[in-house]
């Protein structure tokens, strides 16, 4: 279920804000407003591969107990101990099947999938405990904690959420006086977002796939055809990309939930470092927080400790 879908558009989406609203206003305890979101963001998550459910479930547990771990005591072998977990985690099922190819005779991955959203759980998770190692002494129950990873907005395309960048919004989650400012503006920024990815990118990605695969079946395309394929799919990428990110801010707003920034013009970039930061922002950012500066590029030791 893709937020450009008709399940998702028609069904999902307004059942998830009708009872989410109905929580806010009618309950005072914020738990259940959050228990809410995580029934649905879990429901999400469910309806790509159910099977899959145990796979985030299992990283929540074993993060959220890292986390606790940590601010209970400062422990860089604990903290090493996290970081391998998830990066093993991770570099099992996205590698499993390409290994097993090399391996196992007659073995095919073409049809298999990855677990959805695992890389941008996984990286998540990985800030926070870093965060927690780092000093940072904010760290949520499990209902809220489980929110925050599985927030349904940002599981298909991002971005990735630190704690620290929401951690305030959680205390306020949302007021009577905001509900229709935040139900105005997430919409806008949806509709913005859907218009990309329905309207231009499902357009070119309707004339790439004519010419990829005629060129794949061996036909000659020419010259100008090629271009016309390279430059469709270079708009399609481009548009599905930024309306996702579009899309994800919106819902996040609808819920309250001011969500980061992670698409910015990157077309308009005047050299490749810069093209990569505007292009997934909240990636790039993490790669420098979280490695490149831990690893000495800042000039700081081993977790900017």
Not at 74 to 93: C, D, E, K, P
Not at 112 to 138: E, N
Not at 158 to 174: H, M, N, T, W
Request: overall charge positive.
């Amino acid at each position: 279920m893709v937020f450009s879908s008709y399940d998702f558009l028609f069904i999902f989406l307004p059942c998830a804000l009708i009872f989410y609203y109905t929580a806010a206003f009618f309950f005072k305890r914020d738990e259940i407003k959050f228990l809410v979101l995580l029934l649905f963001s879990v429901l999400f998550y469910g309806m790509w591969k159910f099977q899959d459910l145990y796979i985030i479930s299992i990283s929540i547990i074993l993060n959220y107990l890292i986390g606790r771990s940590l601010l209970k005591k400062r422990s860089s072998i604990v903290l090493s101990i996290g970081v391998l977990l998830n990066l093993l985690g991770l570099g099992y099922f996205k590698y499993r099947y390409f290994l097993a190819g090399i391996f196992v005779d007659g073995f095919s991955s073409e049809k298999l999938v990855l677990p959805l959203a695992i890389s941008f759980f996984t990286f998540q998770q990985i800030a926070w405990i870093v965060d927690i190692y780092r000093g940072d002494k904010r760290v949520p129950d499990i209902i809220k904690y489980s929110t925050f990873v599985t927030f349904f907005p940002q599981l298909i395309a991002g971005p990735i959420v630190r704690f620290s960048d929401i951690a305030e919004q959680y205390e306020k989650l949302l007021t009577k006086k905001r509900a229709v400012i935040n139900i105005v503006i997430g919409f806008s920024y949806f509709c913005i977002g859907l218009a990309k990815k329905v309207i231009i990118a499902d357009r070119f990605a309707v004339l790439a796939d004519i010419v990829f695969s005629r060129a794949q079946s061996g036909e000659d395309i020419g010259m100008l055809a090629a271009w016309l394929g390279v430059l469709a799919y270079t708009f399609q990428i481009y548009f599905d990309f930024s309306g996702y990110s579009d899309m994800a801010i919106g819902l996040g707003r609808m819920f309250g939930i001011k969500l980061p920034v992670n698409f910015f013009s990157p077309y308009k970039s005047k050299n490749i470092v810069e093209f990569w930061r505007r292009w997934h922002i909240t990636l790039s950012s993490f790669l420098r927080d979280y490695l490149y500066i831990p690893l000495g590029g800042g000039r700081k030791s081993i977790w900017g400790g």
